[in-house]
């Protein structure tokens, strides 16, 4: 028996990294999910296979966030194939390294609709179906990358930072729901592309507090928090899941 028993989640962005772990977890803990993903839409299939195979029940959908539009359909897919929306995760998104005065108002579109817009239409989507239910928790993934600027990522760092006042705006209009939202902001990671980018690991320990990178488990853990009724009180809050990175600030 686990405490998501008879929930149903919607994790976007579940075919790598974060959105896999949450997921994973989620399911771990009972919950149904449905998860989508576009260019690792593999990982998604298998992730979803995994699960079924473990006893669990996943739906894995192939969604490009780029039209925002589109995120709506994980949201319909849970309503039509369980009748209900319990947890929603919003972890879509990409990571844009290019210097400001080289970016394209095309870039800009992308990253704000993949990492932002796509948040605004599944809270849109779910929020009514919660509010019938009078329960519901939103979870929407930013970054460090939201309180600590570095070169090359003003789109990123906006988008993030985006998310956070959106996060915070929103509790405002969902007072006495029974939905509650708040924002996990990881910092370092570790994911398979800190391998093939070249990443110096050792200096990136170095600037963190509890010296180490972080791992998917440390966020699905954060996540599972926030989904579950233990959460009940904590609400429009931006929890930083960096090790204590933001504390000190970059070297």
């Not at 398979?192 to 180490?212: C, F, K, N, T, V």
Request: proline fraction near 3%; hydrophobic fraction near 40%.
């Amino acid at each position: 028996m686990g405490a998501l028993d008879g929930q149903v989640a919607a994790i976007t962005g579940a075919g790598t990294g974060i959105g896999v772990g949450i997921a994973r977890r989620l399911a771990a803990e009972g919950a149904a999910v449905v998860i989508c993903a576009y260019n690792s839409f593999d990982g998604c299939e298998k992730l979803a296979d995994e699960i079924t195979a473990g006893g669990g029940a996943a739906t894995p959908l192939k969604l490009d966030f780029r039209q925002a539009r589109n995120a709506r359909t994980i949201v319909d897919t849970a309503i039509s194939e369980h009748g209900r929306l319990d947890i929603l995760v919003n972890n879509a998104g990409f990571t844009m390294t290019k210097p400001f005065l080289e970016c394209t108002e095309q870039d800009w579109d992308d990253i704000f609709n993949i990492n932002l817009k796509s948040m605004f239409v599944t809270c849109l989507a779910a929020i009514p179906h919660m509010q019938e239910r009078e329960y519901g928790r939103i979870i929407n993934i930013s970054s460090v990358h939201s309180r600590i600027h570095y070169e090359n990522h003003v789109l990123y760092g906006s988008t993030k930072g985006g998310i956070n006042e959106f996060t915070r705006a929103l509790v405002t209009e969902l007072a006495g729901s029974g939905i509650t939202a708040n924002v996990i902001a990881p910092g370092a990671i570790y994911v398979e592309r800190y391998d093939r980018a070249g990443l110096d690991q050792d200096r990136m320990i170095r600037s963190i507090p509890s010296r180490r990178v972080g791992t998917v488990e440390d966020i699905a853990g954060a996540a599972y928090f926030l989904a579950s009724p233990d959460s009940a009180y904590v609400n429009g809050e931006v929890i930083f899941v960096d090790g204590g990175l933001t504390a000190v600030g970059p070297d």
